[in-house]
């Protein structure tokens, strides 16, 4: 499954990505692209795609529909350590090794001359980004106790980290109307955020990262505590 994901899942969207970059920067519109050189362009796909890969709630959000449908929460909520935090080490040991290709990307821009500050920005950001990753995907899979399949929610999920995540297109290339929702937006660091920081590391953006991991991990945090509450309340099994 490992494999599968690191060659399917980002290998092939990267060589389309690459494809398609390759056509705008060799194209007519080459001269009007000013924020990214191709190279540049090239190193921030491959990042987001690992990111990608590594923050990905899907299986968080399964995990916990299959806990409310199938009625196991019982004998979870008797464990001496809370649901929370049952997920949580479920969702850290899931993905290690998909942060291997963060190592990996770190060390060839070491290799080729990068900045130091940017990989070590890049490495750290990653780390933090992950447990990030877990708030906002447990906070999305609590809606799974008023739904009866978790479709929805998983589509939300996909759709918004690849979208407003800056998966699917770098944050400068969006319209200067959209640059607030694109820049201020929870999504934005998990995905594109670290990615930016390796091709252009500056003291402002990291400020700017941190001031928002910061205050949306308050937000999400609180919006936990209080979803769950509503939601094992409206919970009812038969077991234990």
């Known amino acids: 499954m490992l494999i599968t994901d690191l060659v399917i899942a980002t290998g092939v969207p990267f060589f389309i990505q690459f494809a398609i970059w390759r056509f705008v920067y ?24 690992a990111l990608n890969r590594l923050n990905n709630a899907y299986d968080l959000i399964v995990r916990v529909s299959t806990h409310v449908h199938e009625g196991r929460l019982e004998g979870i909520f008797i464990k001496p350590i809370s649901y929370f935090t049952y997920n949580l080490f479920v969702f850290f040991g899931e993905s290690v090794l998909y942060y ?36 906002l995907g447990f906070l999305m899979s609590l809606s799974t106790f008023w739904l009866t399949r978790p479709d929805m929610t998983l589509a939300f999920q996909v759709i918004l980290a690849s979208v407003i995540g800056g998966t699917l297109l770098p944050i400068a290339y969006w319209p200067d109307y959209l640059q607030p929702l694109m820049k201020y937006n929870p999504f ?24 928002l991991y910061v205050f949306w991990s308050v937000v999400v945090w609180l919006a936990c505590k209080v979803t769950f509450r509503y939601a094992t309340n409206r919970y009812s099994g038969a077991g234990g």
Do not use: D, H
């Not at 990214?36 to 921030?44: A, I, R, V």
């Not at 990307?105 to 990753?133: A, K």
């Not at 660091?189 to 500056?202: H, K, Q, T, V």
């Open 100 to 135: 291997i290709p963060v190592l990996i990307i770190s060390v060839f821009v070491m290799v080729t001359g990068g900045e130091w500050t940017g990989v070590l920005g890049f490495v750290v950001l990653s780390l933090v980004n992950l447990l990030f990753c877990f708030l």
């Open 188 to 211: 934005r660091l998990i995905i594109s955020g670290p990615a930016e920081f390796l091709l252009r590391p500056s003291n402002a953006l990291l400020v700017e990262l941190l001031c």
């Open 26 to 49: 060799t194209g007519e519109r080459a001269g009007a692209l000013p924020e990214y050189t191709l190279e540049e362009t090239y190193l921030y796909y491959v990042a987001v795609l």
